[in-house]
C-alpha cells in the first residue's frame, strides 16, 4: 500500500511527514526495511531502554551496558514472536548471545547490527517501544492531572521528533508485535542480567545497573492494554477531549495509527447519515459565522464531530500543538489508503478549511471553543490548513464525512443573510425619513427658545 501511486503523490510533496528521522523501525509496517538506517538508529534505543530500566540518562561509559542489555531482552522476546519459523529463533538467539562488543567509537559496528535476523529486530523495535514509549506515556498520563501537563512532560523527556516518528505512516509497528512482547519484557529485562555477568558487561554482582534489572517494573501488563491505548489515543487525538477514551475493537487494529483512526471515528451510522459531496465556492467564515444567529459550540468527546441541528453548529475542538499536523496528515493518508467511504478526519478537516481563512477566523474559532492550544500568531495555524488542503485533493474524494451538514449550515447561513439584507434596507429608508420629518420640528424649537432668551 506505501508503493501505491495514491501514497506517492501524497508523501513525495512532503516526505518529511510521513517517514521517520530519528527512531526507525525495520519491521514497520509501512514496509521501512532499510537496515542501514535501522542500524543508525539502535544506540539510541538502547541508551533509552537503558533510561528507563536505572531511571539515569546514559553517558559514553554505558552505552557497551545499555546495547547489550537490549540485545539481550529482545532476544528473550524473540522467542515469543508470532508467526515465525524455529530456525529464525534459533538464529535471533545465536546471533544475541555470540555478538562481540567492543570498546570503540562505535561499540557495535553497523555491519553486525544490519546482519542481525529479522526476528532479533522486531524484538528490539517491540522492547523499545513497550519499555520506553508506553510505559512512559503511561507514567506521565497518570501522574498529571491534564493533557498540556503530561504532554509537556512526556515531551521534554522524549523529544518532539521521536514523537513524531512513533505516529507517523511509514513507521507503524505491527500492533500484534507489541501485544506479544508486553507480557514477557519485563521477564526478559531481568533474564538479561546472566548474560550480562557472563559476558563481563558489568563489574560484577555489586553493579549498579544488575540492581536496576532485578528491580525493573513494566507497571502494567497485557491486561491494562486498554487504558494504555486510551492514553496513547488521547495524547495523539488531534481533538480535544477532557478523559482518555479507550478504543473499542483494539485487537482488530493493525497499528498504533489505526487504533488512533479507531478512537477519533464516530459510529458508521452517524458517519453515513451525515456524509454528502462538498459544495464549490466560499462559504462562510468563522468570523461571518460570529455575526451572524447560527450558534456554534463545541463537542468535547474526543471523536471527529461535525452536527448542524436548526440553528446550531456543534463541532469537535481543534487541539493544537507541534504534532497536529503530522497527525491530521498521517490520519487522512491512512483513509485515503485504506478507501475509507466516509473519511471521517479528511471530512472534518474540510470543514475546518472552510471556516479558516485568516487569523481573524482563528481568533473566531477560539472564541467558539473550537481551537485549543497554543500558537504564536494566528497566521501559524492558516499555514497549517492550507499546506494540508494542498496536500489532498478534497474534492476528488467524492462524498466525504459531514458533507452534508456543512451544506446545511450554508443553506441556513445564506437565507438568514438574505433575509437580513431585505430587513435593512426599508429600516435605512425609515430611519431617514424620520429625521427629515423631525428636522423643521427641531429648528423651530430652537429659534423660539432663543427669542425667549
Known sequence: MVNSSAYARISNASPKEFRANSVVFFSAVGGHTDSTEWALCFRPKAAAVYSAVTGEDGDEETDIKAMALLIHAAKNCASFVSAEKKEEKDAAAAAAAGIQIRKEPWPLPTAALTGLPETLKKAVDGVYMVVVFLRSLHQSMKSHSNREEAEASFTSAHGRNVILDIIKYENQLPLPLLLTIIPHVEQAVKDAKQPLLDQKFVSGESDPLLHSITAFSLGFSLVDFPQIAGDFCHFYSPFFSKEPIAPKDFKKQTHLLALLHCSVSPGKS????????????????????????????????????????????????????????????????????????????????????????DAGDVAAMKGFGLMRGRWTRGGEVVEMVRRIEDAFDFHAFGSLAFGREIGEMRRFYEEKRKKGKGM???????????????????????????RCV
Open 270 to 357: 452517524t458517519l453515513l447519515n451525515r456524509a454528502g459531496g462538498l459544495a464549490r465556492g466560499p462559504g462562510p467564515r468563522a468570523r461571518d459565522l460570529a455575526r451572524s444567529s447560527v450558534k456554534v459550540r463545541a463537542a468535547e468527546g474526543g471523536a471527529a464531530e461535525v452536527e448542524f441541528l436548526e440553528v446550531a453548529l456543534k463541532m469537535s475542538a481543534l487541539a493544537y500543538d507541534y504534532k497536529t499536523e503530522v497527525v491530521l496528515r498521517n490520519l487522512i493518508a491512512w483513509e485515503v489508503l485504506n478507501d475509507e467511504d466516509e473519511k471521517p478526519v479528511a471530512g472534518f478537516f474540510r470543514v475546518i478549511s472552510e471556516l479558516i481563512g
Open 424 to 450: 435593512r434596507r426599508p429600516a435605512v429608508i425609515w430611519f431617514a425619513a424620520g429625521v427629515a420629518a423631525l428636522t423643521p420640528v427641531v429648528i423651530t424649537a430652537i429659534f423660539k427658545a432663543r
